[in-house]
């Protein structure tokens, strides 16, 4: 049985004490690349938020590790936000740098030398001193990452990492994640909406939906896609060419 890294029991979430989602019950298994689903506006990236320790849940409990999610002390999970949140002001480097020197006393020549090698491992070797604004959309997701695995994080979170990108760009980004998942056993909790994504790199997932403020899916998603019933999550999964092409591969 693979362990529990994420664990919601009971747990509400929203804003201004208003739910937006409402006694969600599910948990993240270490391995997985785990995918938070549902229509735009549905609190995909309000859980996220919570399960990160960003925002404290309206109700029932997260544990992440065993434990609350906290932002106090050394980071044990990476996140990767939708903006890739890079500091405009530094190099590539220098932003991997960055939670080094913050968070270890690794000397500084073996820092640079941890950063080179995390930017190597999501394809960016050769770009350690470019500015944030030198490089392309795909490449400011990738130097996120590799700032994100800094810590060598066992977990890592993912809000919408293929957003704005082309197609092409946002295929080589789903590579990645599963290179990362597959030989590093990084395990991967993903906000997105993406279905190449979803069938792509996808292992488990749950479906919200706004209406009903809750899961109204749970499992892999081409298995939901090729098999529920229920129609809204067919609805949600309504592109049936991408749908069919890749249940068709997965079996
Ligand atoms: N910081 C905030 N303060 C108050 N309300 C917020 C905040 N962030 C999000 N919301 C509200 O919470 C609701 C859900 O937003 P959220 O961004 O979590 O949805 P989402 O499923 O990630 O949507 P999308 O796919 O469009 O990004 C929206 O009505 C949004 O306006």
């Given at each position: 049985m693979s362990r529990v890294v994420v664990e919601a029991r009971g747990l509400t979430v929203g804003w201004s004490g208003e739910p937006l989602l409402e006694k969600l019950d599910f948990e993240v298994a270490s391995g997985d690349v785990f995918a938070i689903l549902g229509g735009s506006g549905t609190g995909k990236s309000t859980l996220l938020r919570h399960l990160i320790g960003l925002e404290a849940p309206l109700g029932g409990t997260i544990e992440v590790n065993g434990e609350p999610p906290?932002?106090?002390?050394?980071?044990?999970?990476?996140?990767?936000?939708?903006?890739?949140?890079?500091?405009?002001?530094?190099?590539?480097?220098?932003?991997?740098?960055?939670?080094?020197?913050?968070?270890?006393?690794?000397?500084?020549?073996?820092?640079?030398?941890?950063?080179?090698?995390?930017?190597?491992?999501?394809?960016?070797?050769?770009?350690?001193?470019?500015?944030?604004?030198?490089?392309?959309?795909?490449?400011?997701?990738?130097?996120?990452?590799?700032?994100?695995?800094?810590?060598?994080?066992?977990?890592?979170?993912?809000?919408?990492?293929?957003?704005?990108?082309?197609?092409?760009?946002s295929s080589h980004l789903d590579d990645l994640i599963l290179s990362l998942n597959q030989n590093l056993g990084v395990t991967i909790v993903i906000v997105t909406h993406e279905l190449h994504s979803i069938f792509q790199v996808v292992s488990r997932c749950i479906l919200l939906h706004r209406e009903r403020r809750g899961i109204i899916a749970t499992g892999d998603p081409r298995e939901l896609a090729r098999t529920s019933t229920d129609v809204r999550v067919r609805e949600f999964f309504r592109s049936a060419d991408a749908a069919g092409r890749h249940a068709g591969n997965a079996q």
């Open positions: 906290s932002l106090v002390g050394r980071p044990r999970h990476g996140v990767l936000f939708q903006s890739g949140a890079l500091f405009g002001s530094m190099s590539l480097l220098e932003n991997v740098v960055l939670p080094l020197r913050h968070w270890t006393d690794v000397r500084e020549p073996e820092r640079r030398e941890i950063a080179a090698a995390k930017l190597r491992l999501v394809g960016l070797g050769g770009f350690e001193h470019y500015m944030p604004a030198e490089i392309s959309g795909g490449m400011k997701k990738r130097a996120g990452i590799a700032r994100a695995l800094a810590l060598d994080p066992e977990l890592l979170f993912l809000d919408e990492p293929s957003a704005g990108l082309d197609p092409v760009t």
